[in-house]
């Protein structure tokens, strides 16, 4: 319980910097959150868990551009585009074989991240890292607190 307290209390905290960095840099504010989200979800923690959780996001982004920019090469065609669709998609599991891309939903974040901002490289991507980043600050903020924490109780 005092884990999950100093955690949230970091989160919360840092979530309003990150608010306020987001408006003054120009950044999408929702995107961070899904990179902040992205790091939560992942299994492990420290440098790893950061590692895996932008290299996948990263990969997501690609993998959008190349379905937006696939499908738009059969424009006239449709079922063509809900194909490349489908090919990336499986693509985007299969490389989960990968350690550093062994995880599926930062790789989905990453890619429906760029959709949800109709391919705005700009602000997508500073977003999404800078997000990953302030996610691995609120939980090892967190962790580390409850762990100061426990030691003075003791």
Request: charged share 10%; aromatic share 14%.
């Amino acid at each position: 319980m005092r884990t999950l307290y100093f955690t949230a209390l970091t989160t919360g905290i840092l979530s309003a910097i990150w608010a306020f960095v987001a408006n003054q840099f120009d950044l999408l504010s929702w995107a961070g959150f899904l990179g902040c989200t992205a790091y939560f979800a992942y299994p492990k923690e420290g440098l790893k868990g950061l590692a895996v959780t932008i290299a996948t996001i990263m990969s997501g982004v690609i993998w959008a551009l190349v379905i937006i920019y696939g499908s738009q090469l059969f424009d006239d065609i449709s079922i063509f585009g809900y194909a490349v669709t489908g090919v990336i998609a499986f693509i985007m599991c299969v490389q989960a074989k990968s350690t550093l891309l062994a995880y599926i939903p930062g790789t989905f974040i990453g890619a429906c991240t760029i959709f949800a901002a109709q391919g705005d490289l700009t602000q997508t991507i500073p977003s999404l890292i800078v997000g990953v980043l302030f996610g691995y600050a609120m939980k090892m903020s967190g962790l580390w607190a409850a762990n100061k924490s426990q030691r003075k109780a003791v």
